[in-house]
């Protein structure tokens, strides 16, 4: 009788360690977002195809928009457990071979379907990745709908003075400034779950506009 009450119990034991697990790892949330571009200073939306930013809405001396965009970045977190179960443990950012020269990031904009973020920094930011070292103080980052997944969201950090300058410099100084003509910026991906972000930012337009 005791074996047969020995070997109901640690099943039942185990059962309960893995529902206390996965319960934990449901619940420890993670942000690659903000943990890579955290600490703007100011946002911006970009809507639409033309490049140009949605014009923001203040409500009694507040910011709606800029709250509703911010917003909008804190839900792109995703929990520990989906991530394993999506197959997606890396969560750090990625370089890949794509480029965007100067003339591009002039009119960067919202395709159909997408919002543009852009972000905004007081001070030039520095950050190495995959051994490339990059300095910016705007980044674009381009959202889609991702229906409830973990996907990869396309970044690019730039330094707003080598877009549109008088400079004729081909080589990058110590500050990262080089020539317009000569400039392109680093194409970067951070994973993301984006569908509540999409849901906040089609809210917010539907509201105010």
Same mark, same amino acid.
């Given at each position: 009788?005791?074996?047969? !009450? !020995?070997?109901?119990? +640690? ?17 420890? !949330? ?5 943990? @890579?571009? %955290? ?16 014009? *923001? ?7 709606? @928009? ?6 909008? +970045? ?12 999506? %197959? ?9 071979? *794509? ?14 379907? *997408? ?33 409830? *997944? ?12 080598? +877009? ?29 779950? @984006? ?11 539907? !509201?105010?506009?």
């Amino acid at each position: 009788m005791k074996k047969i !009450k !020995k070997a109901i119990w +640690i099943p039942s034991l185990v059962v309960v360690v893995l529902a206390a697990v996965i319960l934990t790892l449901s619940l420890v !949330k993670v942000n690659p977002m903000i943990n @890579t571009f %955290g600490g703007y200073n100011h946002i911006e939306l970009i809507a639409s195809s033309s490049g140009a930013a949605s014009p *923001e809405i203040t409500v009694d001396g507040e910011n709606v @928009t800029s709250n509703a965009l911010n917003n909008s +970045i804190e839900s792109t977190r995703f929990s520990v457990m989906q991530a394993i179960l999506e %197959g997606k443990f890396s969560y750090k950012v990625q370089l890949t071979d *794509e480029k965007v020269n100067s003339a591009a990031l002039r009119v960067y904009s919202a395709q159909s379907n *997408e919002y543009v973020l852009k972000l905004y920094y007081n001070e030039a930011q520095t950050m190495t990745v995959d051994g490339v070292e990059i300095k910016f103080d705007r980044v674009f980052v381009r959202l889609y709908e991702t229906n409830g *997944e973990i996907k990869e969201i396309e970044c690019v950090p730039y330094l707003e003075y080598n +877009i549109d300058n008088e400079s004729y410099s081909d080589e990058y100084d110590e500050e990262g400034k080089i020539g317009s003509a000569f400039y392109q910026a680093h194409v970067l991906t951070v994973k993301m779950n @984006t569908s509540k972000a999409m849901a906040t930012i089609a809210e917010h337009l539907a !509201k105010y506009n």
